[in-house]
Nanobody, 124 residues
């Protein structure tokens, strides 16, 4: 299983970015893909997740109304559209996969595979 996050960068307060998570190698038919982030000195936290079957989504309260997760099963890619970015969104963003059970979770302990992160920096 491989996951590759991309799309990070430097953006001003109030700006937008779209992250992509390209994944491959799954033998399971359905699984969950999640976005997590880790700021310096802080624990990794769940941002959003989506199931690849019916597309159920979950968001952390801190990003509701600003971030949107979506999937393209044909392209094996999950996106995270981030609007109205704030300096506190600055972190390394990771995508991860959950295959041990159905559904998705914002708990990092519930994920089975991780990709390398992409840096998002929001300047004030």
């Amino acid at each position: 299983v491989q996951l590759q996050a991309s799309g990070g960068g430097l953006v001003q307060d109030g700006g937008s970015l779209r992250l992509s998570c390209a994944f491959s190698g799954f033998t399971q038919r359905y699984y969950g893909i999640g976005w997590f982030r880790q700021a310096p000195g802080k624990e990794r936290e769940g941002v959003s997740c989506i199931t690849t079957d019916v597309g159920s989504t979950h968001y952390d309260d801190s990003v509701k109304g600003r971030f949107t997760i979506s999937k393209d099963n044909a392209e094996n890619t999950v996106y995270l559209q981030m609007n109205s970015l704030k300096p506190e969104d600055t972190a390394v963003y990771f995508c991860a996969a959950r295959v041990r059970a159905s559904g998705c979770t914002l708990s990092r302990y519930g994920m089975d595979y991780w990709g390398k992160g992409t840096q998002v920096t929001v300047s004030s």
